[in-house]
């Protein structure tokens, strides 16, 4: 099982990277108290491939040989990589400044900011000197963050955008999720036809009858089109998911149709699609 371990300095960004691994599938945790490694590790092997656990000041013994005890007996298993989070002191002091939030350190010490920073970094060198990355956050946008993580994990700094293709019907109400909603209600309705009515678009009797319309097909292609023109500025624009509504008055016919045709077309481009019904 691979193992991500991310510690640093507090407010370097443990929690955006977490947040990043979790996007590329892995099984995230937050400060988890170090002495429970390897128990959480025995458990969660039985069902996840990689993990990754947000570690900080507060959940780490005060000496390299503890941390040694507990990591080096799980290397002999599992594949373990550290990421430490570095940040210059006077950035932190104005993150912290900003935000009104109470360092970690202070709140067990009792130690003014400056003081509590500089406390803190001491006690995680240890740590810092064993890590497989170091990252120094002190410049980085939490895109650019992301991105690094992306290539140490995958070799690539690419995000693969989830596209989501999903028919509805009006009648039931907009998906609140959409990020782009079309209306196919305009188009030639298969419902006005008796023996198409008890169909659905997902059956060869209803796509028939649309692959037909003139009007259905050029939807499709300048749908299609449109979308392909976009794709590469919303790939580039670090998300994860971009949700396409398809919708139609009762959502079983048109919707259906056009939802499958155009999750077709991005599969064909080598796109992670899903494709989902919700009248269905």
């Given at each position: 099982?691979?193992?991500?371990?991310?510690?640093?300095?507090?407010?370097?960004?443990?929690?955006?990277?977490?947040?990043?691994?979790?996007?590329?599938?892995?099984?995230?945790?937050?400060?988890?108290?170090?002495?429970?490694?390897?128990?959480?590790?025995?458990?969660?092997?039985?069902?996840?491939?990689?993990?990754?656990?947000?570690?900080?000041?507060?959940?780490?013994?005060?000496?390299?040989?503890?941390?040694?005890?507990?990591?080096?007996?799980?290397?002999?298993?599992?594949?373990?990589?550290?990421?430490?989070?570095d940040c210059d002191r006077n950035v932190l002091i104005r993150r912290y400044s900003d935000s009104r939030?109470?360092?970690?350190?202070?709140?067990?010490?009792?130690?003014?900011?400056?003081?509590?920073?500089?406390?803190?970094?001491?006690?995680?060198?240890?740590?810092?000197?064993?890590?497989?990355?170091?990252?120094?956050?002190?410049?980085?946008?939490?895109?650019?963050?992301?991105?690094?993580?992306?290539?140490?994990?995958?070799?690539?700094?690419?995000?693969e955008l989830q596209i989501i293709i999903q028919s509805f019907g009006f009648k039931y109400g907009l998906?609140?999720?959409?990020?782009?909603?079309?209306?196919?209600?305009?188009?030639?309705?298969?419902?006005?036809?008796?023996?198409?009515?008890?169909?659905?678009?997902?059956?060869?009797?209803v796509q028939d009858y649309l692959d037909a319309q003139n009007s259905v097909q050029e939807f499709l292609?300048?749908?299609?089109?449109?979308?392909?023109?976009?794709?590469?500025?919303?790939?580039?624009?670090?998300?994860?998911?971009?949700?396409?509504?398809?919708?139609?008055?009762?959502?079983?016919?048109?919707?259906?149709?056009?939802?499958?045709?155009?999750?077709?077309?991005?599969?064909?481009?080598?796109?992670?699609?899903?494709?989902?019904?919700?009248?269905?």
């Amino acid at each position: 099982m691979k193992i991500i371990i991310i510690s640093g300095r507090s407010g370097a960004g443990k929690s955006v990277a977490l947040r990043a691994l979790e996007d590329i599938g892995y099984y995230c945790m937050d400060n988890i108290p170090l002495e429970l490694l390897p128990q959480l590790i025995e458990l969660l092997s039985k069902s996840q491939k990689s993990i990754a656990i947000s570690l900080d000041i507060r959940n780490l013994p005060n000496n390299t040989d503890s941390i040694n005890a507990i990591v080096n007996p799980l290397e002999n298993k599992h594949q373990i990589q550290i990421v430490f989070l570095d940040c210059d002191r006077n950035v932190l002091i104005r993150r912290y400044s900003d935000s009104r939030r109470i360092h970690p350190v202070s709140q067990v010490y009792e130690l003014p900011l400056e003081h509590a920073i500089d406390h803190e970094y001491q006690s995680l060198l240890p740590l810092r000197e064993q890590a497989n990355l170091i990252i120094d956050t002190s410049k980085l946008s939490t895109h650019q963050l992301a991105s690094k993580l992306r290539l140490f994990t995958l070799g690539k700094d690419d995000k693969e955008l989830q596209i989501i293709i999903q028919s509805f019907g009006f009648k039931y109400g907009l998906p609140l999720d959409a990020d782009y909603v079309f209306d196919t209600r305009f188009l030639p309705n298969p419902h006005w036809l008796s023996e198409l009515r008890p169909h659905t678009g997902l059956e060869k009797c209803v796509q028939d009858y649309l692959d037909a319309q003139n009007s259905v097909q050029e939807f499709l292609t300048q749908t299609q089109n449109y979308l392909a023109h976009w794709l590469p500025l919303l790939e580039a624009n670090n998300r994860s998911y971009l949700t396409i509504a398809i919708g139609c008055t009762g959502g079983k016919h048109r919707s259906v149709y056009l939802a499958e045709k155009i999750g077709a077309f991005f599969a064909q481009m080598g796109k992670k699609v899903k494709v989902v019904h919700q009248a269905l």
